[in-house]
């Protein structure tokens, strides 16, 4: 069916959308002014390592053939024997990759060499990412998380949140904190930039999630295309997307307003985030009242977890392990029990007679995900760490990282202030172009 | 000569201008500045993240005048700035030695 070809493209360009720019605006936002371009640059910069790695060998470790936790990393390298009416599905499980990668950049902000980011990103892909999403995506005969284990995970609370969120968190235990923090002032420099941010991630996410749908379509057949189903199925994960994220921003403004004393609007753009993360893997297995719940839960536990790193003295920086490990959690496990016979899973849960079976299933799979991330995210940040160094130096970090990794500035602010030109800078002589240069 | 400096609220900033002009007051230096006194700063909360926001906006403005015109200009100030409640500021007279106009090197009263 032409419909589904047309809607697949969109999908994809919506999730890439997602991290380019909306990711790089809802971190950026939060970000002190110093430190703006790096975190954005770190999305910016994991979009291009990661989707020219994902066509080398990330499409054939997921999706090549067989495997406990990665198939046949050159059976397909750069897409041999793909037929370019696949592309699409490539494209689109790429920009899942990268977005994987991006998110564990906000428990870093301020203190990450950018070239260890760059190092550490491919290679985490292939050793994390690209497994993960074999094992719960590819539900090939032995993929561990799918089809063994029978955890279900319609877009990837598993392989994309809480991998990043437990990936976060091991990086900033192996960082340390910022210079200052908890006690010096490190708080947000633009929330205008992380509300746009927020908005867009939401309207990406309709590609990451309802575009997940799995369906035969065999392009020189298309009268095999089961209409029906697709669209019954789109439609259940548009609504569930929809529904879990708007109860996500309630529960975590009333969880904000109880403790703290005023409803945020940081509150409100973290909501809809972690409503999102938490519907992402149930998107398929639940009905909207079962969205509902999960994303009222989702946002009221969230808005309460980001408070644990001041309590646990961990510097998780703008709270990925707060909004993306606990939402994934949660989403992952409650499929358990809110899951119907209906929806995509065909499995009831708990709250439906289904007994604790999905419950059980569900949990493991989170266990196994935070498990597998988390050791070899440690091998490997350990390794940076002793060879190229993870820390950015301590005067850099304290003068920004901005000006220290990208020679840059964000914003100029005075312009006129102090010179003549009409901003606070004027060009050096090595790059104005002067006659006896031109000669020379 | 006296130079009459004054903090006032930034909302106040206007009506103190109008108050000034009316009393004859031709020119001025006026900064952004921040500070606190009794009106302590407030408190900003970002994800459950409390911090204390110590320092309060306020406008500087300083005026040159003739001796004779100082008690006059303080109290449009007074008048105006006022609004009752704490952090409507201070102003202050000092004596001024030496005033110089750039342009024309005038000295003192000449150059006021």
Known sequence: MDGYYAFMLIAT??????????????????TRSKSVLNMMMMSY???????????????????SGDGTFFADPFAMAWLKDVEPTFYIGVMFQMTFAIITCAL????????????????????????????????V???SESALICTRIGAQDYAGGTAVHINAGV?????????????????????????????????MLWFGWYGFNVGSIVIGYDPTDPSAFELERFVAETGRTFANTT?????????????????????????????????????????????IEGAVAIGAIAGAVCAWAVGLKFRLGYDDSLDVVGVHLVGGIIGTVLIGVFSTADGAGGIDGLLYGGGLGSLGDQSLGVLVAVLYSGILTAVIALAIKYTLGLRLDEDDEVGGIDLAEHGESAYDLHPG????????G??????????EGAQA | MKLVTAVIKPHKWEDVRQALEAVGVTGMTVSEVSGYGRQKGHTEVYRGAEYDIALVPKIRLEVAVDDEDAATIVDAIERSARTGRIGDGKVWVSPLDTVIRVRTGDRDNEAL
């Not at chain 1, 910069?45 to 994902?54: E, F, Q, S």
């Not at chain 1, 703290?260 to 998107?283: E, F």
């Open chain 1, 13 to 30: 360009a919506l999730v890439l959308m997602m991290t380019v720019p909306a990711l790089a605006l809802f971190y950026g936002g939060m």
């Open chain 1, 45 to 63: 910069v994991a979009a291009a390592i990661v989707g020219i790695l994902y066509v080398a060998i990330g499409w054939s470790m997921g999706w």
């Open chain 1, 104 to 135: 564990i950049s906000g428990a870093v902000a301020d203190r990450m060499k950018f070239s260890a980011w760059v190092l550490f990103i491919p290679v985490w892909a292939v050793i994390v990412y690209f497994p993960l999403a074999h094992m």
């Open chain 1, 137 to 139: 995506f590819s539900c």
């Open chain 1, 167 to 199: 990936a976060a968190l091991v990086l900033v235990l192996l960082l340390g904190k910022r210079i200052g923090w908890p006690k010096d002032k490190m708080r947000p420099h633009n929330l205008t930039l992380t509300m746009l941010g927020a908005g």
């Open chain 1, 243 to 287: 529904l879990a994220t708007m109860a996500a921003i309630l529960g975590w403004l009333l969880i904000e307003r109880l403790m703290h004393g005023k409803a945020t609007s940081l509150g409100a753009a973290s909501g809809i985030v972690a409503g999102l993360v938490a519907i992402t893997p149930a998107a398929g297995a639940v009905d």
């Open chain 1, 417 to 424: 202030s102090f010179s003549s030109g009409g901003s606070t």
């Open chain 1, 426 to 435: 004027v060009l050096a002589k090595s790059t104005v172009r002067t006659e």
